[in-house]
């Protein structure tokens, strides 16, 4: 078995980022990726089984990586309103300063693809946002709704700032983040 080179690795995985950011998971293909990295496709084929392997095994290694980075965010010591609102300011930031992995992760959602991530690595993802709406309910702060129409406030209101944000109808700054963080906040507060 042939030993796997970390500088090649690295570059399959950036390279198939832009080409999931230019055309969607329908434009990777394995001969075109290899040509654009500057192998040939059957060392490829070390890497990664295929096309399916690929995609999966980056969605698993984003979805960890940044889950452990927005955990690293939340401090235990922080108000509750202030650590809701630490963990949407990494995302929002997230979503601008890291277009291809979130359209990526975005795409990935909504394929076939995302259910051949395993369990463990999804519930990761979402148990720590989960967690913090729990936490908000038992004190009192947060609407006793489900949690998933919570989750889907928050998340439709990040991403309408992250979209007025990218297409400049609104400058991220303290002023905007603070407006609309307490829009997000005075839609779930109980």
């Not at 055309?23 to 040509?35: C, E, H, S, V």
């Not at 500057?38 to 295929?50: A, E, P």
């Not at 990586?65 to 690293?72: L, P």
């Not at 394929?111 to 999804?122: A, I, L, M, Q, T």
Request: proline content about 2%.
């Amino acid at each position: 078995m042939r030993v796997k080179d970390e500088t090649k690795q690295l570059a399959i995985v950036e390279n198939t980022l832009d080409v999931v950011f230019e055309r969607g998971f329908a434009g990777i293909k394995m001969a075109d990726l290899a040509n654009r990295v500057g192998l040939s496709v059957s060392t490829l084929y070390v890497y990664y089984r295929n096309k399916e392997d690929l995609i999966v095994s980056i969605a698993v290694e984003l979805i960890e990586r940044e889950t452990q980075r927005s955990e690293q965010e939340i401090t235990e010591d922080l108000p509750y309103k202030l650590k809701l609102k630490m963990l949407w300011l990494f995302w929002i930031n997230f979503s601008i300063n890291h277009k291809r992995e979130m359209s990526f992760l975005e795409q990935l959602k909504k394929s076939p693809y995302y259910e051949k991530v395993p369990v463990s690595v999804k519930e990761t993802k979402s148990k720590m946002a989960m967690n913090l709406i729990e936490l908000g309910k038992q004190e009192g702060l947060l609407k006793n709704v489900d949690n998933n129409i919570l989750i889907g406030i928050i998340g439709s209101l990040m991403g309408e700032t992250v979209k007025l944000i990218m297409e400049g109808k609104m400058e991220l700054n303290q002023k905007n983040i603070d407006l609309m963080f307490s829009m997000v906040w005075d839609a779930i507060k109980s």
